[in-house]
Nanobody
């Protein structure tokens, strides 16, 4: 059993910043790729950024240069630093992680409950 808990969402003005956090807990053996997804109203959920266990990162084109993903393996936590926010960044942001546990050494994918980000003037 793995639980992912996101925090850091809220209401910000265009051009503002937020930092999202996602902490994993449970009988964790290892965390592999971690990522952030978002879903805007009326749209499909889309990948925003990912970071693998080797530190390689990737970003969706709309956020490249504005968002930064990072991880702290000692805390089983992934972060998303969001700068220069735009109204089109508004949506529910979800954390995802591929995790192996003491119950199953085969990695499974887990999702957080989501945190709302609203960028409005």
């Amino acid at each position: 059993q793995v639980q992912l808990v996101e925090s850091g969402g809220g209401l910000v003005q265009p051009g503002g910043s937020l930092r999202l956090s996602c902490a994993a807990s449970g009988s964790i053996l290892g965390i592999y790729t971690m990522g952030w997804y978002r879903q805007a109203p009326g749209k499909q959920r889309e990948l925003v950024a990912f970071i693998d266990n080797g530190g390689s990162t990737g970003y969706a084109s709309p956020v490249k240069g504005r968002f930064t993903i990072s991880r702290d393996d000692a805390k089983n936590t992934v972060y998303l630093q969001m700068d220069s926010l735009k109204p089109e960044d508004t949506g529910a942001y979800f954390c995802n992680a591929d995790v192996s546990t003491s119950d199953s050494r085969r990695p499974n994918s887990y999702w957080g409950q989501g945190t709302q980000v609203t960028v409005s003037s």
